[in-house]
C-alpha cells in the first residue's frame, strides 16, 4: 500500500470549514483513499474513501487531484466534537482478497477552537 | 444496539503473565481484526480472521495468539513472550472480508508491569 504524509497537527475555529491535506504521490491506480478518525482513546471511526472522483456523504467531503497525489478531507461546518487525530489511508482494492487490513499512519490532530 | 464490544476497558497484569483481551461482535460480520497502538502512533495489525476458524498474522503476531471459534468472538491472548505488552488494543469488524468499512470496538487499554 502507498504511504501517505499528513501534517502533524491543524487548528479549526468552531464553525468554519477544516482543510485536511494528504499526500499520497506513489499511489497506484487501483488504490483507494480513506479517511478515519480516532477520537481521544475510542476506537478509529470511518469517514469517507474514494478513488478518483470527488465524495460527499453526511460527515465530510474528500476532493482527490487531477493525478491522484494529493486529496483534502473537507468538514464543512467544524464543532468541538471534531476534535480528533484524522488518519488518511491509501489501500488496495478490496478484489485483494486475503489483505484486508489497513495501515494507519500518525494521522493529524486536529483541534478546533471555540 | 447492535456494535463491538471489548473489556475490559483498563486491564493490568504482572510481566510473565499471559492476559486474554474480549472482542465480541452482534455485526453478523464475518471478517474481524486486532490493532496496537502505542502513544502517538498509529495501528498496527496483529492478527485478522476473515471467517470463522481461520486467522492469519498481520505486522505484529509475534508474541500474540488469536482464535476464532465463533463468528461473534475474536480474543486474543497477549503472551508472555510479547516483549513490549503495554498499549492500547482495538478490535474491528467487517461485514465480509472484501468490505470497504472496519468498524472499531471501544479498546482495552493494557498496562503491564
Known amino acids: 500500500d502507498a504511504k501517505t504524509t499528513q501534517p502533524t497537527s491543524m487548528d479549526c475555529a468552531e464553525g468554519r470549514a477544516a482543510n485536511l491535506p494528504c499526500n499520497h504521490s506513489?499511489?497506484?491506480?487501483?488504490?483507494?483513499v480513506y479517511w478515519y478518525r480516532q477520537i481521544h482513546s475510542q476506537g478509529p471511526q470511518y469517514i469517507i474513501h474514494g478513488l478518483k472522483n470527488n465524495e460527499t456523504n453526511e460527515m465530510a467531503s474528500l476532493i482527490i487531484t487531477e493525478d491522484r497525489k494529493s486529496s483534502t478531507l473537507i468538514l464543512p461546518h467544524a464543532t468541538l466534537r471534531d476534535t480528533a487525530v484524522y488518519y488518511c489511508i491509501v489501500r488496495g482494492p478490496i478484489s485483494n482478497f486475503g489483505n484486508e487490513k489497513l495501515t494507519f499512519g500518525t494521522g493529524t490532530r486536529l483541534t478546533i477552537i471555540p | 444496539d447492535g456494535g463491538i464490544t471489548q473489556s475490559p476497558k483498563y486491564l493490568f497484569r504482572k510481566e510473565g503473565q499471559n492476559v486474554t483481551l474480549s472482542c465480541e461482535q452482534n455485526?453478523?460480520?464475518?471478517?474481524m481484526y486486532w490493532y496496537r497502538q502505542d502513544p502517538g502512533q498509529g495501528l498496527r495489525l496483529i492478527y485478522y480472521s476473515q471467517i470463522v476458524n481461520d486467522f492469519q498474522k498481520g505486522d505484529i503476531a509475534e508474541g500474540y495468539s488469536v482464535s476464532r471459534e465463533k463468528k461473534e468472538s475474536f480474543p486474543l491472548t497477549v503472551t508472555s513472550a510479547q516483549k513490549n505488552p503495554t498499549a492500547f488494543y482495538l478490535c474491528a469488524s467487517s461485514p465480509t472480508a472484501v468490505s470497504y468499512e472496519q468498524y472499531f470496538g471501544p479498546g482495552t487499554r493494557l498496562t503491564v508491569t
Open positions: 455485526l453478523n460480520h464475518d471478517a
Open positions: 506513489t499511489i497506484s491506480g487501483n488504490e483507494y
